[in-house]
């Protein structure tokens, strides 16, 4: 029997198991079991996607919440979906693939996968949680806008993460982490809304916009080099104190700083008073202006160093003189956000 002739066989059988519950229900008084109805009507919808679409079968159903891919597929509602298995054998995920899939809740992202392409998860307001392979190598735009309800976003891979609109990146409810091993450039997002941020490689903000305007963002950690804005209090620096960083506490910068990263514009700044900067580089990698402890109302209240022969050089560098009491070692650091 072929597969379209085995499925229709299913979508009948759904059915009759239909007409069937609906008359136990109604001889109980109707309204006991409209959970498990909708369960049914959503594994029938997804069998005659299966019939119609025979090449775009990921897994079977075997719940009446696991679902195919929907790539540009208009046979179902695709509001009902809350599981996707992605097929091991599929190289990319298509644009607006899953966009506006609001009941998401779980997609696995298998290894076979080397594209995620614009709009795929747009507006998956649900999706908790995404980790993207290392074997992606392009992100597209607006790829996960809008996934208000990510607590933990992971890239593994080392494609560039950058934003070709100043809101691409907006997603987050607030909590977790948002976490790339790649390089990320011009990531001009008002919303990226975690309480960690964390970047393996480069961040290179300069002609960007904010790294993140959020209340809740509490950490910021950048292996690599961070390029920020060359000119004071522009708008396109790691933080801009228009935006509300009121309980940041820790920065750490594992390389080189270029620019003048967090900075007062023309208000107070408004990131947390125990706030912190953890410099890694072995050498002077900033100047005091650059991190903005010459300026009214900046309230970094330390910057440590790895290494003592680099605070010596810290000591003994004349930017630096005025400030010397806000220079330690890390070593010495014991709060919380040790690394």
Not at 55 to 80: E, F, H, K, P, Q
Not at 238 to 267: C, D
Not at 303 to 312: F, I, K
């Amino acid at each position: 029997m072929a597969i379209a002739d085995k499925l229709q066989t299913v979508a009948f059988g759904v059915i009759d198991v239909r007409i069937a519950l609906n008359e136990f229900d109604s001889s109980l008084g109707s309204g006991h079991i409209n959970t498990l109805d909708d369960d049914i009507r959503s594994i029938y919808r997804a069998t005659i996607v299966f019939m119609q679409n025979p090449d775009r079968i990921v897994r079977s159903v075997n719940s009446g919440t696991t679902v195919s891919a929907l790539c540009n597929n208009s046979n179902i509602n695709i509001s009902d979906v809350k599981k996707v298995i992605i097929k091991n054998e599929m190289t990319s995920i298509g644009s607006s693939c899953f966009e506006n899939c609001t009941n998401l809740i779980s997609v696995n992202i298998p290894t076979s996968i080397t594209s995620i392409n614009n709009n795929a998860f747009n507006n998956c307001t649900k999706l908790p949680s995404i980790t993207i392979p290392s074997s992606v190598t392009s992100i597209g735009t607006n790829a996960f806008k809008n996934c208000s309800n990510l607590i933990n976003f992971t890239n593994l891979s080392t494609a560039l993460i950058s934003a070709q609109t100043n809101d691409a990146w907006s997603c987050g409810n607030g909590t977790g982490i948002f976490e790339t091993y790649g390089d990320v450039k011009r990531i001009g997002s008002q919303n990226i809304n975690f309480k960690q941020i964390i970047i393996h490689g480069n961040l290179d903000n300069n002609s960007g916009y904010y790294l993140s305007r959020s209340s809740t963002l509490e950490i910021i950690k950048i292996g690599g080099n961070l390029t920020a804005s060359t000119s004071k209090g522009a708008v396109n620096a790691l933080l801009n104190t228009y935006g509300p960083e009121s309980n940041l506490k820790f920065i750490e910068v594992g390389g080189t700083i270029t620019g003048y990263p967090i900075q007062n514009g023309s208000g107070s700044s408004y990131i947390g008073s125990n706030c912190i900067f953890h410099l890694k580089y072995n050498g002077i990698a900033c100047t005091p202006s650059q991190i903005e402890l010459d300026r009214g109302g900046t309230r970094v209240s330390k910057v440590y160093v790895d290494s003592q022969s680099v605070l010596n050089q810290y000591l003994a560098n004349s930017d630096w003189a005025t400030y010397s009491s806000k220079l330690d070692l890390w070593s010495n650091y014991t709060g919380t956000y040790k690394s």
